[in-house]
């Protein structure tokens, strides 16, 4: 069974900090998606993250997938509150995504 | 281009009953995901569906059903409905063309409350 495991669960940070959050598995899978999600809506993708070892820049956001294929991570630099919400990375396999459980982001102003 | 509808948003069912939910994916895209979320299990794949087939199942019991039209609309239906059915189900579209997912367009979800 393809597990994705993220982490921290919860995160609470004062505007401008940085932070990183882990989307960990045991399994390989062919691309990473991450996405975010806003109370009342349905997640929108991030960014999708392919190649082992690939890093991508989404202006303040940077994604790493791991050279392995099985974890990636997001940095944020200088949060802001606009950022807050909860970050879903999911794992392709077969016609569907393996969701990891989220981490909720809050970025205090 | 118009984006994911998804119908009910909200309902509100009492155990036993059956529910159908609606789900009109972006014009074009021929595949249509559902999942189900819960703030203890996160997001669970429930089926997902390219013109009229059942590509994928996930491992639900056989109360969460599923089918979609040739207009590419999708409806899943629940039956003898439970509590821990309270969720919100999302309706996700793609393109479905390549052997990868691909990126999910998601609705903004219908949110299942059964008392």
């Known amino acids: 069974t393809q597990l994705l495991e993220q982490s921290p669960q919860f995160l609470s940070i004062q505007e401008g900090e940085n932070l990183t959050v882990y989307c960990n598995s045991s399994?390989?899978?062919?691309?990473l998606q991450w996405y975010r999600q806003e109370p009342g809506e349905g997640p929108v993708l991030l960014v999708t993250?392919?190649?082992?070892?690939e890093v991508k820049k989404l202006k303040r956001l940077t994604f790493q997938f791991g050279d392995a294929r099985k974890d990636s991570s997001l940095h944020i630099t200088a949060a802001q509150p606009g950022d807050t919400g909860l970050y879903l990375c999911?794992?392709?396999?077969?016609?569907?995504?393996?969701f990891g459980s989220g981490t909720r982001l809050l970025v205090r102003p | 281009k118009a984006g994911v509808t998804q119908t009910p948003r909200y309902l509100i069912k009492t155990r036993g009953q059956q529910v159908t939910l609606s789900c009109s994916p972006i014009?074009?895209?021929?595949?249509v995901s559902w999942y189900q979320q819960t703030p203890g299990q996160g997001l669970q794949f429930l089926f997902e569906?390219?013109?009229?087939?059942?590509?994928n199942k996930g491992n639900f019991p056989g109360r969460f059903s599923g089918r979609q039209f040739s207009n590419s609309r999708s409806e899943m239906n629940v039956s003898t409905l439970e509590l821990g059915d309270s969720a919100l189900y999302l309706c996700?579209?793609?393109?479905?063309?390549?052997?990868?997912?691909?990126?999910?367009?998601f609705g903004e979800g219908s949110r299942l409350t059964v008392l």
């Open positions: 996700a579209s793609s393109s479905g063309q390549l052997a990868n997912t691909g990126e999910l367009f």
């Open positions: 399994s390989v899978f062919s691309s």
């Open positions: 993250v392919v190649t082992g070892g």
């Open positions: 999911g794992g392709d396999s077969s016609y569907k995504l393996i």
């Open positions: 014009s074009g895209h021929r595949s």
């Open positions: 569906y390219f013109s009229e087939t059942q590509r």
